[in-house]
Nanobody, 122 residues
Framework: QVQLVESGGGLVQAGASLRLSCAAS????????MGWFRQAPGKEREFVVG????????YYADSVKGRFTISRDNAKNTVYLQMNSLKPEDTAVYYC???????????????WGQGTQVTVSS
């Protein structure tokens, strides 16, 4: 199995940047596609971005395209989410997840981290 732990969240003003990290345990990390999801209070969990096992392909939600960048370092068992030009509507708990395919349906992912809070003030 894979354990995932997110970090890097915080409280920032609109327009600021944050970089989230997701550290994975286990030697099978590189065999999974990785994704970031977010969930605001009272809302459904939302797909943000997914990245292939090699890091050569990524798929972004329209709401973050051009502002967020995903990357992974398989040697460090870590995936990153660089978030620029943050908006108040980006406020949510951000989760990293591991699965077999890059899909927008959160139920298709096998492993989840505990989440890290991102709050963007106006």
């Amino acid at each position: 199995q894979v354990q995932l732990v997110e970090s890097g969240g915080g409280l920032v003003q609109a327009g600021a940047s944050l970089r989230l990290s997701c550290a994975a345990s286990g030697r099978t990390f590189s065999s999974y596609v990785m994704g970031w999801f977010r969930q605001a209070p009272g809302k459904e969990r939302e797909f943000v971005v997914g990245i292939s096992w090699s890091g050569s392909f990524a798929y972004y939600a329209d709401s973050v395209k051009g502002r967020f960048t995903i990357s992974r370092d398989n040697a460090k068992n870590t995936v990153y989410l660089q978030m620029n030009s943050l908006k108040p509507e980006d406020t949510a708990v951000y989760y990293c997840a591991a699965g077999t395919q890059i899909v927008v349906d959160h139920s298709r992912y096998d492993y989840w981290g505990q989440g890290t809070q991102v709050t963007v003030s106006s």
